[in-house]
């Protein structure tokens, strides 16, 4: 593990760090891998911080994670915080992943939002990813839309109302 990226993760939660690391990160393979390293190995906070700026990366550069995807689908389970639930699903909205890892990222994802005390913006991403897939799996969107409409109703949301209204659609 890259000890000097791990200190500076662990040296301020604050976007100005956030983005400091993401650009130091850059495209440089190597430097994305030790984050990927922290981010899946790391206890706690800090291996949220390194998803964060992962998420910045990948926002900047879209499929730059393709090599780390089956390392990052089979990590979602372990995720402990929903802040880092919420940020691999939205990495894994910004990139382009293989079909293969479909069933495995959409059997988290209905988890995810079939779970009552998850928090919105981790099934609001969950929701979105479910729907990117229905083009290949159109059979999916009467469940999702099913459990959407329950979360609408129970969550009081209209943030996740509006994205459900625009995925959806």
Same mark, same amino acid.
């Given at each position: ?12 939660? *604050? ?134 409409? *329950? ?5 009081? *949301? ?12």
């Amino acid at each position: 593990m890259n000890q000097q990226l791990l200190a500076q993760l662990e040296a301020e939660a *604050s976007r100005a760090n956030t983005d400091f690391i993401a650009n130091w990160a850059g495209t440089n393979a190597e430097r994305i891998a030790d984050l990927v390293d922290i981010a899946l190995n790391a206890d706690g906070q800090t291996a949220a911080r390194a998803l964060w700026a992962l998420e910045k990366v990948t926002a900047a550069h879209h499929n730059i994670l393709l090599p780390h995807i089956p390392a990052l689908v089979a990590a979602l389970p372990r995720f402990t915080f929903s802040g880092m639930r919420r940020i691999a699903c939205k990495i894994l909205m910004l990139t382009d992943v293989p079909q293969k890892f479909d069933g495995p990222i959409v059997d988290f994802c209905f988890r995810m939002l079939e779970t009552p005390d998850e928090p919105i913006g981790v099934k609001a991403n969950c929701m979105s990813l479910i729907a990117s897939r229905l083009a290949d799996y159109p059979e999916l969107k009467p469940e999702l839309k099913m459990i959407v409409d *329950s979360i609408i109703e129970n969550s009081g *949301s209209k943030g996740f109302a509006v994205r459900a209204r625009k995925v959806l659609k």
